[in-house]
């Protein structure tokens, strides 16, 4: 019981009843050291203690008698040395000995000259004067003794118990505010580990433990002995105290703080620890553990119940602050899969598609290996098709595997997620169909679209973990997004095939025409496509410009059999009818739903880059940047191909022309793009063979002057 903190309160009473009482009056701890000053001495006492051989004797007596009475739990009479008599009565408060009260310098008779001489004799205080002070010593009767002392006794008990309750009333207080402080630190961070190291850290200072640690129990399976260690403090800088799993599954078992003994630290031996529950609503979400007290203390009864509290408060800040953890958690899980959504939604590439799937889930889920496996309907087997991880040599190894019974043959028949927690204690038939060593714990999820079953979408990990709901179900909407994406790229794929061949048909319907222009539009498309390349245009644009080669004389379809196959010159007449083809193609291609940027190329590839083309006059970059690079790749076909009256020009020449006709006919840009390209991808399109051309004389001519050759052909 701790009275002492008031004791000039103490001082106070006493030395006020003794005087009304005339008795001396002294407050001593129960092992007889004095609490209070001795007060109201008689003057008898008071020569005796102003002698030290007096004062000692005096000291032993009082502590021998308030020891007597603390044993005996009651009041004990005593007579002294000197003959006077003192009663020793134990202060008892919340029924614990709190100190004794020690009342006396009377005497039940008067004292004996005898004694009072011998008494001088042993002290060296002068007789004579020894003798005058005794006579002044007050007799009382023993009855009178008992009831004063009494009276002094409970007037001592009763200040002593307000002064008690007076405590506990400022410790109730002190409490409290420890823990509103408690409260606002801890909830001071929405972070979890910053909250639990700061709400740690105020624990050690309030209780003046040496470390400790605050541990989170895990979500999906309360009591369970996993935890995820939040924070752990020991001095300099050592790793904290981590309890057994033992003592961290009795706390979320059974609510209740937990002592024991860290043995832990072999420097200082056993250690006094205590383990108390972090609650929420009455359910333990982790464990607050603290280890060591000044003078190896033990952690009171009192002290667990506050630390327990302490707990709740704690338990609820890092609740929220695993609460607000999750939601940033499922907020960037949500915006990553807005993120791969738009590239697999937005894409027809399947190799696209499936790098930014693959990514998504390695970077959400944080997992090492991430795998695309597809069905070959052909042959059963699941061929790998995207990976995330796996090394060279396993992807040779494994890249075809047969999916009966094993874990992938599992998730295609039953169309369910497998998860896997830890392969190495997992009790099951079905296993990998390969061996992993490194590969421990595992999710395994369909791929398919509509009814269809496409493959499967695999992540591993390398240790054993326990996958939350929310990482299967991301990896299940990853899937299906994947599943109907690449049947989308599929289809487009078809789509786009179909297309193409529809395209060639016209081109070639086109030529049917005439023998001597077959292959030129192919060739124009595949060069115009390869210049596209060689400048840095997307691949939508190198399609589209190589659409527009194959169309660009499309419109010639339109002209009239006699003025396309005549072997003589035109008239102005059959010349206008001539240069009409770019519009009428463009006018053909329009109402068949052709890109614009097809058409537009289709239109415009006979502009001069320096004006005075047709069917527009457009010049420079007016002109569509397709139809600029048309124009080039048309002219060299035309003059690389023989003609009846002249021999096909080699390339060199060709390339010269294009060079000395840059910026009148053709963009400087493009032919600079042109000539880049690689001479043998070239010889393989046909580019430079001698390729017969329709046999009127002047379809090709050459207008020579000092600014520009211009090249008009009935096929360019």
């Given at each position: 019981?701790?009275?002492?903190?008031?004791?000039?309160?103490?001082?106070?009473?006493?030395?006020?009843?003794?005087?009304?009482?005339?008795?001396?009056?002294?407050?001593?701890?129960?092992?007889?050291?004095?609490?209070?000053?001795?007060?109201?001495?008689?003057?008898?006492?008071?020569?005796?203690?102003?002698?030290?051989?007096?004062?000692?004797?005096?000291?032993?007596?009082?502590?021998?008698?308030?020891?007597?009475?603390?044993?005996?739990?009651?009041?004990?009479?005593?007579?002294?040395?000197?003959?006077?008599?003192?009663?020793?009565?134990?202060?008892?408060?919340?029924?614990?000995?709190?100190?004794?009260?020690?009342?006396?310098?009377?005497?039940?008779?008067?004292?004996?000259?005898?004694?009072?001489?011998?008494?001088?004799?042993?002290?060296?205080?002068?007789?004579?004067?020894?003798?005058?002070?005794?006579?002044?010593?007050?007799?009382?009767?023993?009855?009178?003794?008992?009831?004063?002392?009494?009276?002094?006794?409970?007037?001592?008990?009763?200040?002593?118990?307000?002064?008690?309750?007076?405590?506990?009333?400022?410790?109730?207080?002190?409490?409290?505010?420890?823990?509103?402080?408690?409260?606002?630190?801890?909830?001071?961070?929405?972070?979890?580990?910053?909250?639990?190291?700061?709400?740690?850290?105020?624990?050690?200072?309030?209780?003046?433990?040496?470390?400790?640690?605050?541990?989170?129990?895990?979500?999906?399976?309360?009591?369970?002995?996993?935890?995820?260690?939040?924070?752990?403090?020991?001095?300099?800088?050592?790793?904290?105290?981590?309890?057994?799993?033992?003592?961290?599954?009795?706390?979320?078992?059974?609510?209740?703080?937990?002592?024991?003994?860290?043995?832990?630290?072999?420097?200082?031996?056993?250690?006094?620890?205590?383990?108390?529950?972090?609650?929420?609503?009455?359910?333990?979400?982790?464990?607050?553990?603290?280890?060591?007290?000044?003078?190896?203390q033990h952690f009171t009864g009192e002290e667990?119940?506050?630390?327990?509290?302490?707990?709740?408060?704690?338990?609820?800040?890092?609740?929220?602050?695993?609460?607000?953890?999750?939601?940033?958690?499922?907020?960037?899980?949500?915006?990553?899969?807005?993120?791969?959504?738009?590239?697999?939604?937005?894409?027809?590439?399947?190799?696209?598609?499936?790098?930014?799937?693959?990514?998504?889930?390695?970077?959400?889920?944080?997992?090492?290996?991430?795998?695309?496996?597809?069905?070959?309907?052909?042959?059963?087997?699941?061929?790998?098709?995207?990976?995330?991880?796996?090394?060279?040599?396993?992807?040779?190894?494994?890249?075809?595997?047969?999916?009966?019974?094993?874990?992938?043959?599992?998730?295609?028949?039953?169309?369910?997620?497998?998860?896997?927690?830890?392969?190495?204690?997992?009790?099951?038939?079905?296993?990998?169909?390969?061996?992993?060593?490194?590969?421990?714990?595992?999710?395994?999820?369909?791929?398919?679209?509509?009814?269809?079953?496409?493959?499967?979408?695999?992540?591993?990990?390398?240790?054993?973990?326990?996958?939350?709901?929310?990482?299967?179900?991301?990896?299940?909407?990853?899937?299906?997004?994947?599943?109907?994406?690449?049947?989308?790229?599929?289809?487009?794929?078809?789509?786009?095939?179909?297309?193409?061949?529809?395209?060639?048909?016209?081109?070639?319907?086109?030529?049917?025409?005439?023998?001597?222009?077959?292959?030129?539009?192919?060739?124009?498309?595949?060069?115009?496509?390869?210049?596209?390349?060689?400048?840095?245009?997307?691949?939508?644009?190198?399609?589209?410009?190589?659409?527009?080669?194959?169309?660009?004389?499309?419109?010639?379809?339109?002209?009239?059999?006699?003025?396309?196959?005549?072997?003589?010159?035109?008239?102005?007449?059959?010349?206008?009818?001539?240069?009409?083809?770019?519009?009428?193609?463009?006018?053909?291609?329009?109402?068949?739903?052709?890109?614009?940027?097809?058409?537009?190329?289709?239109?415009?590839?006979?502009?001069?880059?320096?004006?005075?083309?047709?069917?527009?006059?457009?010049?420079?970059e007016e002109i569509p940047l397709l139809a600029?690079?048309?124009?080039?790749?048309?002219?060299?076909?035309?003059m690389i191909s023989a003609r009846p009256y002249?021999?096909?020009?080699?390339?060199?020449?060709?390339?010269?022309?294009?060079?000395?006709?840059?910026?009148?006919?053709?963009?400087?840009?493009?032919?600079?793009?042109?000539?880049?390209?690689?001479?043998?991808?070239?010889?393989?399109?046909?580019?430079?063979?001698?390729?017969?051309?329709?046999?009127?004389?002047?379809?090709?001519?050459?207008?020579?002057?000092?600014?520009?050759?211009?090249?008009?052909?009935?096929?360019?």
């Open positions: 019981m701790q009275l002492y903190g008031e004791l000039k309160y103490l001082q106070k009473l006493q030395e006020t009843m003794s005087r009304a009482l005339g008795l001396s009056a002294l407050i001593a701890y129960p092992d007889g050291r004095p609490l209070t000053e001795i007060t109201n001495l008689c003057s008898f006492c008071a020569l005796i203690n102003n002698n030290p051989e007096g004062r000692a004797r005096c000291a032993a007596s009082r502590a021998a008698s308030v020891i007597t009475a603390a044993s005996a739990g009651k009041a004990v009479t005593h007579t002294c040395h000197a003959g006077l008599v003192h009663l020793a009565t134990p202060l008892n408060v919340a029924g614990e000995l709190a100190a004794v009260l020690v009342g006396g310098s009377v005497a039940l008779q008067e004292l004996a000259k005898e004694a009072v001489l011998q008494l001088a004799r042993e002290t060296g205080i002068g007789h004579e004067e020894l003798l005058a002070a005794a006579v002044k010593v007050p007799v009382w009767s023993e009855e009178r003794l008992l009831a004063a002392t009494g009276m002094m006794q409970a007037v001592a008990e009763t200040v002593a118990r307000l002064l008690y309750t007076g405590q506990e009333l400022q410790k109730k207080v002190n409490e409290l505010t420890a823990l509103f402080e408690f409260s606002k630190t801890v909830s001071s961070s929405l972070e979890v580990a910053e909250a639990a190291r700061q709400g740690l850290e105020a624990v050690l200072r309030l209780t003046g433990a040496a470390g400790g640690s605050v541990l989170m129990l895990d979500e999906a399976e309360p009591g369970s002995a996993t935890a995820e260690v939040a924070a752990a403090l020991e001095p300099d800088n050592g790793p904290g105290i981590i309890p057994a799993g033992e003592i961290i599954a009795a706390v979320g078992r059974e609510a209740a703080a937990a002592h024991f003994d860290d043995e832990k630290n072999a420097a200082e031996g056993k250690r006094p620890a205590v383990a108390v529950p972090l609650t929420v609503g009455g359910r333990v979400t982790g464990v607050l553990t603290l280890v060591g007290r000044p003078g190896g667990t119940v506050f630390l327990t509290t302490l707990g709740t408060a704690l338990g609820l800040a890092l609740e929220n602050a695993r609460l607000f953890r999750r939601v940033q958690e499922r907020a960037a899980m949500l915006e990553r899969l807005l993120e791969v959504g738009q590239v697999v939604s937005g894409s027809f590439d399947a190799d696209r598609i499936i790098e930014a799937a693959l990514s998504g889930v390695r970077d959400v889920l944080g997992a090492r290996w991430c795998i695309l496996r597809l069905l070959d309907e052909k042959t059963g087997d699941l061929v790998l098709r995207g990976n995330v991880g796996m090394s060279p040599g396993l992807q040779a190894e494994t890249g075809r595997i047969r999916p009966d019974g094993n874990l992938l043959g599992e998730v295609l028949q039953k169309g369910e997620p497998v998860v896997v927690e830890d392969l190495a204690s997992t009790v099951t038939s079905a296993r990998l169909p390969y061996s992993v060593p490194e590969v421990r714990a595992l999710v395994v999820v369909q791929v398919k679209t509509g009814g269809k079953i496409l493959g499967t979408l695999k992540i591993y990990s390398p240790v054993p973990r326990r996958w939350s709901e929310e990482e299967v179900e991301y990896l299940v909407i990853i899937a299906s997004q994947l599943g109907l994406a690449l049947e989308n790229a599929r289809l487009y794929s078809s789509l786009r095939k179909y297309y193409l061949n529809v395209v060639q048909a016209l081109a070639a319907a086109l030529e049917a025409r005439d023998v001597y222009t077959r292959g030129h539009s192919l060739r124009v498309a595949k060069l115009a496509r390869l210049c596209a390349r060689i400048m840095g245009l997307s691949a939508g644009e190198q399609e589209q410009v190589y659409m527009a080669g194959l169309l660009h004389d499309i419109g010639k379809i339109g002209v009239r059999e006699n003025i396309l196959l005549k072997p003589g010159p035109l008239t102005p007449e059959e010349r206008k009818e001539m240069q009409g083809h770019p519009e009428m193609g463009a006018r053909i291609l329009e109402p068949a739903g052709f890109p614009v940027e097809v058409t537009a190329a289709v239109r415009h590839h006979h502009e001069d880059y320096g004006g005075g083309g047709y069917p527009d006059g457009l010049s420079g600029r690079i048309i124009r080039v790749a048309d002219a060299y076909d035309a002249r021999k096909a020009l080699t390339p060199d020449h060709a390339f010269n022309e294009l060079k000395r006709c840059a910026g009148s006919q053709f963009d400087p840009r493009v032919v600079e793009a042109f000539l880049r390209i690689p001479r043998s991808e070239m010889e393989d399109i046909g580019g430079g063979r001698n390729t017969p051309v329709s046999p009127w004389r002047n379809s090709l001519f050459v207008q020579a002057s000092a600014v520009t050759v211009r090249f008009r052909s009935k096929t360019s």
